[in-house]
């Protein structure tokens, strides 16, 4: 089968199109066609620590191989079409469309990958295109832990930091959808996009003045990495307010202990666990068209280093897309 493998950290052109044997699927696994892939910030940390906090050292080498990456192919979500079941899988059958995220077992820039039923992998509603099923994941998975972690309650005020970003264009509408009054900073090229999903107010980072215009916030979704400071964001907090440091290291990860004891401001910081609970929460609101993805750019399988250059630039408005078949 066609893959995208690379054998070294590094740029996207570490990334090359090669020949590789197909996966066999496990007792517990299903092998699938790969019909789209993304590129997340997430596949940028795996290739070459793009995206990782200050702070963080080596703890990406010792999660995905010290010296050369553990795993050869990447690609974390994915949609496709379930081609062959391993003999005790039973949610799955051949010819089911599916969609999910599988950050440990990665594979999917490739023409076909498996993955373990049990993983964050389930059926495509046939309302969704395989584009939109497969850049669903990551960010919404996100965006959902963090709005849940703080308790998100109806009538609250909300600031998202990367309002424009994979994670922000979600965390804005998953916002609005639990009833929250939302203000997105980005910058002014992509205000418009974040307007779009239902931000009240939205805020240019670039403009010098843009600061005398922040009020007092219930919550701040902080997805922007190296700039972030709980210290900063304090005095913009109400009492009771919560900090969700997505793009935090070990300070912010130390802050969220700290106050977990004492002061009623928190730091909330993790991680979400990739599961088909939420996976199936956030397909209903996509079908129902309650929360909206946007595609940028989709690029064949063999431009998947370029797709990953474009991602980087910084340029991207929403998702960046792998067509594999
Ligand atoms: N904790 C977790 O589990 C988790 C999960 C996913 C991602 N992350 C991390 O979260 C971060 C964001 O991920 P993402 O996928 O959303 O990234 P992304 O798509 O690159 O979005 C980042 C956004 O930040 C905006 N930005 C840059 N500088 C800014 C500034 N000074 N002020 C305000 N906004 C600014 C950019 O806006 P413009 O493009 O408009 O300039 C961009 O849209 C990454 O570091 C990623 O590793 C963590």
Redesign the pocket.
Known sequence: MKAIVYDSYGPPEVLKLKEMPKPIPGPREVLIRVKAATV???DC?IRGFT?I?PGFGIIPRLMFGFRKPGKQILGTELSGVVVETGASVSLFKPGDEVFGIGSAYLGAYAEYVCRPESSALIHKPVTLSYETAASLS??GL?AL?FLQKAKIKPGESVLV??A?????LITVQLARYFGACVTG???A??GSIVRSTGAETVLD?KDPDYQSQLKKYDIIVD???G?NSFCDMRKLLNPGGRYCS??GGPKEMLQMMLTSVAGNKKVIF???QERKAELHFLADLVSKGQLQLFIDKSFPLEETAIAHEYFES?V?MGQVVINVS
């Open positions: 997340t910030t997430g940390n995206y906090p990551f960010g996100t832990y930091r990367g424009s970003g994979g994670v922000g900073i980005c910058s090229e992509k980072y997805t922007v990495v700039h997505v793009a993790g991680s979400p910084g991207k």
